[in-house]
């Protein structure tokens, strides 16, 4: 998708937000510099017992090339509270930018070969397949499974004309058995227009049992 802008909130009212909720505002702006390309390492605060993640940004090519809060957040918590239940489950990430570790991961044409370095850089070929996926209806990649267990999808909110093509791809994903961690941050009031979008399509509840949960949402980050 297009990339990933910088934080920032508009609390000016929009009176026009309930009549055109993917309306496009006034407040998309470019992102600033950013840290240049490198290879971090994480063990998301020592949960994760075995390597740590090794993980290679580039934002070369779009803001999608660097991990973001939310998706911290939600490694976290799936490390912490769900790894049981993801160990033979089949998963589908969403906007994986430089990817984590699971077992389909997805992003844009140029998010590919940063992708497929991070699955060569934690020795994961076996294990993990990147492909291209463009949001919207009927843009499922042959390779990607329909209706898998697990759906992931993290910092996808960010670009309001963005918002219906990500729901026509979660419709297109989500089977009556499947679940969906969905986390994000809030950056302008037009954000939360999303998620009363996916609440009339789908049951949406809040995650309730993670210890981080009070922390995060203190920076506006909703899982």
């Known amino acids: 998708m297009p990339d990933r802008i910088a934080d920032h909130d508009n609390d000016n009212n929009n009176s026009d937000d309930e009549e055109a909720p993917f309306a496009i505002s ?10 240049q390309a490198s290879i971090t390492r994480t063990d998301f605060d020592g949960l994760l017992k075995s390597s740590p993640l090794l993980l290679s940004e580039d934002l070369a090519k779009g803001n999608g090339g660097q991990a973001w809060p939310a998706g911290y957040v939600l490694a976290r918590y799936l490390i912490r509270k769900k790894l049981g239940e993801l160990r033979d489950a089949s998963i589908v990430e969403l906007g994986a930018g430089g990817g984590m570790q699971v077992i389909h991961i997805t992003d844009q044409q140029p998010m590919l070969a940063l ?3 991070n699955i060569r850089l934690n020795g994961l ?17 042959a390779s990607i499974p ?4 697990v ?20 419709e297109e ?10 986390c994000f941050k809030r950056r302008r009031r037009a954000d939360m227009q999303f998620l009363k979008a996916a ?25």
């Open 26 to 35: 006034e407040d998309l702006v470019q992102s600033p510099t950013h840290k």
């Open 115 to 117: 992708m497929r370095g």
């Open 125 to 141: 070929e076996d294990r993990v397949e990147a492909s291209v996926y463009a949001w919207g209806a009927g843009n499922r990649p």
């Open 146 to 149: 329909a209706c898998p267990d």
């Open 151 to 170: 759906v992931l999808a993290a910092d996808c909110v960010y670009f309001e004309p963005a918002f219906p093509l990500l729901l026509q791809t979660l």
């Open 173 to 182: 994903l989500i089977g009556p058995e499947t679940v969906c961690y969905f």
């Open 199 to 223: 609440k009339k399509a789908f049951v949406v509840k809040d995650v309730e049992d993670d210890p981080e949960r009070e922390s995060y949402a203190k920076a506006n980050i909703f899982l």
